[in-house]
């Protein structure tokens, strides 16, 4: 989706009868019986139903692929293969064609890749939650999303190096669900090999900053995050705590961390006395990063979004096509090929 918002011809091949299985992932589904989950990454596609196991079909998505920049694929290993679509021999007979195949574990795994399950085994759980708590999930599929991004930007790298010419091998990308996972992990992960210690949950805390996370306000809960030692001045001034401001023990974050619980028990303490609306008007004046914890249709009101083609993209993508029903666009593509984009 994120190459067709920048303005690629994408062609999503479905299974004949079912599709993407992420149709079926509902409710809630549209008037048109489309589920929200297919809705929201399906835009700029068209869709064409092929059954790999027809010789045919394979016949004709070899033509496709001859014709095409970029295949982007998410079988298991030997699914393509067993079936007349091997990547390695087809990037071996077109040199233009990039391919990148989107794994749960890596290449060289034939386990199935689900955003739970990587999310369990990345180490995303095991720091997700309360200090006190069990492991807990994040609250969206984000190992699914940034695989994605890594993907596209491994497709846009390649596209740009083209040019000077690349193996076979170097053109047959891979990205996978745990790697993405896992080099997302960045500061937690590095305070781990650095210090050599198991990483824990923190809750809405930061195991690195102080103040850095939420409190009560009198009406509604809001986060402060404090990223360096003139903003927590600012703050604590800003909160009406001079003393915090002016106490040498927490002058520096390192000081404030060794004594979190006098910091934030104090900030706790005095944020619980006024409405948010208040705190954020002083902290914002203060320069301090700061904000309500909003829902998601409040949130969803600050941006251009719609129940059709999902959140806008960023310039300068844009949104050209709805999401196609299943294989709305098969007897088109089947008799014009990628000439089926210029209608």
Known sequence: MILGDLGADVLKIERPGVGDDTRGWGPPFDENGLSAYYLSVNRNKLSVAADLELGQDVAWLRQLIAGADVVVDNFRRGTLERRGLDPAALLREHPRLIWCTITG????????????????????????????????????????VMAGKDAAIAVLAALAARPGGRTPEERHLHVSLAHSATAALVNVAQNALVSGRESTRWGNAHPNLVPYELFEALDRPIVIAVGNDAQFAACARALGLASLAEDPRYALNAGRIEHRVAVVGAIRE?????????????????????GVVKPVLEALREVE???????APMAPGTVRRPPPALDAHGALVRARGWDAFRD
């Open 305 to 311: 979004a719609s129940p059709l083609t999902g959140v």
């Open 105 to 144: 574990f890596g290449a060289g795994s034939a386990r199935p890749g689900y955003d739970f399950v990587v999310q369990a085994e990345s180490g995303w759980m095991a720091i997700t939650g309360e200090a006190h708590g069990g492991p807990m999930k994040v609250g969206v599929a984000l190992v699914d």
């Open 270 to 290: 005095r944020v619980r006395t006024q409405p948010a609306a208040a705190w954020l008007r002083a902290l914002e004046q203060a320069g301090v990063p700061c």
